[in-house]
């Protein structure tokens, strides 16, 4: 089994919401909710993921950025944006996915992810995690 199937694997039968694997070893699991766990991976681990696989319920296209930025290989959203997919394609990251969406919704289902919003008007990366620092930070404190 490779590093995909692996995480896939790990993401469904353990009813997670991210999984990361490398060489064949799962380096991070996470059942939180939203950018969180991509930002922890992004911010926290990043010298870990080059080359690593991840399994995610949602991909929207700030996720596919983060993904970028912390070289993984190979991306399975269970479902993905087409946003997310053509930063995927452009940044030769293989990706496949169960479902597919013009945007990634709220949670209430009323208007477009806070995050896709975000990462729509911008393609720096630190611009991007800075944004998504105050994005948790500002539900935090809710």
Not at 55 to 83: H, P, W
Request: hydrophobic share 40%.
């Amino acid at each position: 089994m490779n590093d995909i199937e692996i995480a896939k694997k790990i993401l469904e039968e353990k009813d997670l919401r991210l999984v990361v694997v490398r060489d064949g070893k799962l380096i991070f699991k996470s059942n939180d909710r939203g950018i969180k766990p991509m930002y922890i991976l992004a911010t926290k681990m990043s010298e870990n993921t080059k080359g690593a696989s991840i399994a995610d319920r949602v991909i929207g296209k700030g996720a596919a950025m983060l993904c970028r930025y912390i070289g993984v290989n190979e991306v399975y959203g269970q479902l993905m944006s087409n946003t997310a997919i053509k930063v995927l394609k452009e940044s030769n990251i293989t990706y496949t996915y169960n479902g597919v969406c013009p945007y990634i919704k709220n949670r209430d289902k009323t208007g477009m992810c806070p995050i896709e919003k975000i990462s729509l008007e911008i393609e720096d990366m630190n611009l991007l995690l800075e944004r998504i620092k105050e994005f948790l930070s500002n539900i935090n404190k809710n």
